[in-house]
């Protein structure tokens, strides 16, 4: 059974599950998708990663689940601080961050700033770049987008919702996996400002990529939500592409999870051997 644990962030104390593997000095922080709280998604990997001989930590970020904060607002530079505690709490461990979704991005440029972590892994990743979407939008329409989210900053709308109904993940698929059973947690809330949708937006992962300790990138062949093109272009160290037909079918559909999972665990353990 995992550990709860707390530790503090910029003065916010947050909460985590911490799932220790006996005899292993191979630690991994979660950071997983946007919205997401610990039991859901990454509790998902950071159980079967503590199988594979990792002590794992998920934990829920500031203003999200369990742990204290502006509630469901996204701040990215506040998600960064979050996982640099998260990795001091695993001071004494050889350290590597995996995140999975937007998780992905956050990883990378975690692990970019903060030598402590020796390797990095993501999943399903949303490796953001803002130049890209201003290319694809126009960069007109890119700037218009961005000041209707910072003149309704502090207005909440739903994080999912059915039939294509407005909602910060929009479309059916976000709803098949929020909306149902697959998703059920206590601590998880269907709304989010749209500042924070602002933060999605204005998000550079790309541009760290010179930076990295040695990395991986687990994508879908398919993914309408995390750009395979994105994934492509983070050009990691090693990729590994899944016959995945939808996005969440790497938060809990087998065999993509399982897939995920050994290509994680065989990566981290190799670099981790070199020392």
């Known amino acids: ?72 607002h996204e701040d990215s530079q506040g998600k960064l601080a979050d996982l640099r505690a998260a990795v001091g709490l695993l001071d004494g461990f050889d350290r590597a961050a995996v995140g999975i979704c937007l998780g992905g991005g956050y990883a990378m440029k975690a692990a970019a700033t903060d030598p402590r972590i020796r390797a990095v892994v993501g999943i399903a990743g949303a490796y953001n770049s803002p130049s890209w979407f201003a290319e694809r939008m126009g960069a007109e329409a ?29 479309g059916d698929e976000p709803w098949s996996y929020y909306g149902t059973s697959r998703s059920a947690s206590p601590h998880w809330e269907n709304r989010v400002t749209r500042g924070s949708l602002h933060s999605l937006m204005t998000l ?10 040695p990395s991986l990138v687990v994508h879908g062949k398919t993914d309408d939500y995390c750009s395979p093109e994105l994934a492509e272009a983070l050009a990691a160290d090693e990729t590994v592409w899944l016959d995945c037909r ?30």
């Not at 998902?44 to 930590?57: D, H, P, Q």
């Not at 910072?150 to 909440?156: G, Q, S, V």
């Not at 969440?248 to 190799?270: K, S, W």
């Open 246 to 275: 939808e996005h969440v079918d790497l938060y809990d559909v087998e065999p993509f999870v399982t897939q995920a999972v050994t290509a994680t665990a065989d990566f981290l353990h190799r670099a981790f051997d070199r020392r």
């Open 142 to 170: 890119y700037r218009a987008a961005l000041a209707d989210m910072i003149e309704r900053y502090d207005e909440f709308l739903p994080a999912v919702a059915p039939a294509n109904g407005e909602a910060a993940m929009g």
């Open 204 to 213: 550079d992962v790309l541009s760290v990529r010179p930076l990295l300790p």
């Open 1 to 72: 059974m995992p550990e709860t644990v707390t530790f503090i962030s910029e003065g916010l104390r947050l909460t985590g599950s911490l799932r220790t593997a006996p005899g292993s000095n191979r630690a991994i922080v979660l950071t997983g998708p946007f919205t997401g709280v610990k039991d859901q998604v990454t509790g998902r990997y950071a159980e079967r990663l503590a199988e594979a001989g990792f002590t794992t930590l998920a934990f829920d970020h500031r203003g999200f689940g369990e742990s204290e904060g502006r509630r469901g």
